[in-house]
T-cell receptor
Framework: GQQVMQIPQYQHVQEGEDFTTYCNSS?????IQWYKQRPGGHPVFLIQ?????EVKKQKRLTFQFGEAKKNSSLHITATQTTDVGTYFC??????????FGKGTRLSVIA | KAGVTQTPRYLIKTRGQQVTLSCSPI?????VSWYQQTPGQGLQFLFE???????NKGNFPGRFSGRQFSNSRSEMNVSTLELGDSALYLC?????????????FGSGTQLSVL
């Protein structure tokens, strides 16, 4: 079945450093979504990418969807302590349900 | 607009018992999806309901079941609980199709099986 792999599993950065998490799918995706889950909280929607090669920015966050629509990345510039949490990508192919990656847990050291 | 409401927030059960979890979606949302979250395993899809019909089901044993009512509220049931069922159960609502729309998650029900 469809699998969505996410790396790295954990990332520790100094405040001010950049951070990137990568998402790879075994199949071509119809779209990809990104969510953030703060410690003790629930996942919160960040963005959805639909088009091949699409790039979207939200302040310090940059999201990319690969040309083949099989991979995606989330890049955070100059991390802050408020960025702490687990970032999940989720995608689907055709009529399959939305499949989540296992997430990347980001720790930011002040 | 009220968010997704899940009850109860915490639950402690023993092996062999059964449990029912409830989810009230955002008003106007007709699709409800359920996920199981365990440390290191991310969110694993359980099932999705739309207009009282199960549209998709994940790879979980038959002990896991669910339903959706005419007011879009949903329940999931786990029978003959096992220790491995301990997890955070998350419900998410969307307008119609969770594959193409943003999901709004509830705070979850933390189930502990002793």
């Amino acid at each position: 079945g469809q699998q969505v792999m996410q790396i790295p599993q954990y990332q520790h950065v100094q405040e001010g450093e950049d951070f990137t998490t990568y998402c790879n799918s075994s199949t071509t995706l119809s779209n990809i979504q990104w969510y953030k889950q703060r410690p003790g909280g629930h996942p919160v929607f960040l963005i959805q990418l639909v088009k091949s090669g699409e790039v979207k920015k939200q302040k310090r966050l940059t999201f990319q969807f690969g040309e083949a629509k099989k991979n995606s990345s989330l890049h955070i510039t100059a991390t802050q302590t408020t960025d702490v949490g687990t970032y999940f990508c989720a995608g689907n192919s055709g009529n399959t349900p939305l499949v989540f990656g296992k997430g990347t847990r980001l720790s930011v050291i002040a | 607009k009220a968010g997704v409401t899940q009850t109860p927030r915490y639950l402690i059960k023993t092996r062999g018992q059964q449990v029912t979890l409830s989810c009230s979606p955002i008003s106007g949302h007709r699709s409800v999806s359920w996920y199981q979250q365990t440390p290191g395993q991310g969110l694993q899809f359980l099932f999705e309901y739309f207009s009282e019909t199960q549209r998709n089901k994940g790879n979980f044993p038959g002990r896991f079941s669910g339903r959706q009512f005419s007011n879009s509220r949903s329940e999931m049931n786990v029978s003959t609980l096992e220790l491995g069922d301990s997890a955070l159960y998350l419900c998410a609502s969307s307008l119609a199709d969770p594959r193409n729309e943003k999901l709004f998650f509830g705070s979850g029900t933390q189930l502990s099986v002793l």
